[in-house]
């Protein structure tokens, strides 16, 4: 967790230097070429400022939003965020492993699930041994909890 948030912070430092030093010089350098109404440049480079400034704010939120999250109150024993999950996918008779991550660090083809995604919402508070039937866009799966390492085991908290 402490990886994304500087991650997320070293993007915010570089879109405020493109906000605030390199997109004012090019939307001057683009308001010397003339008629403002049908100039290229002028007109990228006022979408860039209102993507940078969204996306700024976009990160603002998101790291109030992990500065005020209390690791300590993610459960010891059933599935939470940092959490690494063995699952028994019932109906193929195979075993996944999941870690369940935010969603800037989600990655599912290498088994990183966002917390908000349908399969880490489904295995959210659960414990090993439990059985779940999550809906995704596919179907439905049907997973056996095998084995469980929380956020405390993987001592991510350092």
Same mark, same amino acid.
């Given at each position: !967790?402490?990886?994304?948030? #500087?991650?997320?912070?070293?993007? !915010? ?10 997109? $004012? ?31 700024? @704010?976009? +990160? ?6 992990? @500065? !005020? ?5 993610? $459960? ?6 940092? *959490? ?14 999941? #870690?369940?991550?935010? *969603?800037?660090?989600?990655?599912? $083809?290498?088994? !990183?699930?966002?917390? @908000?995604? $349908? ?21 439905? #799966?049907?997973?056996?909890?095998? #084995? ?5 085991? +993987?001592?991510?908290? *350092?």
């Amino acid at each position: !967790m402490i990886d994304i948030k #500087k991650k997320l912070q070293d993007e !915010m430092v570089a879109l405020e230097h493109e906000f605030r030093n390199e997109l $004012p010089k090019e939307i001057l350098r683009a308001r010397e070429l003339g008629d403002l109404s049908e100039n290229a440049e002028y007109h990228a480079a006022k979408e860039r400022q209102g993507y940078v400034y969204a996306r700024l @704010s976009q +990160l603002k939120t998101r790291l109030q939003i992990m @500065s !005020m999250a209390d690791l300590t109150k993610i $459960p010891h024993d059933c599935v939470g965020l940092g *959490s690494e999950i063995v699952v028994l996918d019932t109906r193929k008779d195979e075993q996944i492993t999941y #870690k369940i991550v935010t *969603s800037e660090e989600a990655d599912a $083809p290498n088994g !990183m699930i966002s917390t @908000s995604s $349908p399969i880490g919402r489904g295995l959210l508070n659960k414990k090993v041994g439990d059985e779940v039937q999550i809906v995704i866009p596919g179907g439905t #799966k049907e997973f056996e909890i095998l #084995k469980l390492k929380t956020i405390h085991d +993987l001592d991510d908290l *350092s």
